[in-house]
C-alpha cells in the first residue's frame, strides 16, 4: 500500500516535498513515478527512479525544478518541488511497478493523490 502526502496550498515560487510511504512492504525491485492530475487535464508524467538506483526520468516541464529521491530504508519516495509555477497545480500520485517507465501503464501500485495548490 501506498501513501502519498505533503501537499498543500503554496505561492508561486515556493517549494514543497512530497513523500511517497510504502506500508507493509519496501520499494525493493521496484520503479516507482510520480505523476500529476490538473483540473480537467489527464494523469501525467512527472518524475520515475527504480530502487536500484541509476536513472531517473523527469517531464520536460519539471527538469531542473524537481528532484526524485528515496530513503536508504527502502520505504520512503519523495518529489522535491522548487520554484513551484501556478500549471504545478494538480493532485499528486505516487506509483509502484516492475519496470521503470514513463507510461502510468506500467506502474501496479498506486497511493491516494495528495493536493497542490500553487498560486499567483
Known amino acids: 500500500q501506498l501513501q502519498a502526502s505533503g501537499g498543500g496550498l503554496v505561492q508561486a515560487g515556493d517549494s514543497l516535498r512530497l513523500s511517497c510511504a510504502a506500508s507493509g512492504a519496501t520499494f525493493s525491485r521496484y520503479a516507482v513515478g510520480w505523476f500529476r492530475q490538473g483540473p480537467g487535464k489527464e494523469r501525467e508524467f512527472v518524475a520515475a527512479?527504480?530502487?536500484?538506483?541509476?536513472?531517473?526520468f523527469y517531464a520536460d516541464s519539471v527538469k531542473g525544478r524537481f528532484t526524485i529521491s528515496k530513503n536508504n530504508a527502502k520505504t520512503t519516495v519523495y518529489l522535491q518541488m522548487n520554484s513551484l509555477k501556478t500549471e504545478d497545480t494538480a493532485d499528486y500520485y505516487c506509483a509502484a511497478g516492475s519496470s521503470l517507465s514513463t507510461m502510468k501503464q506500467s506502474y501496479i501500485y498506486w497511493g491516494q493523490g495528495t493536493q497542490v495548490t500553487v498560486s499567483s
Open positions: 527512479m527504480h530502487w536500484s538506483g541509476g536513472s531517473t
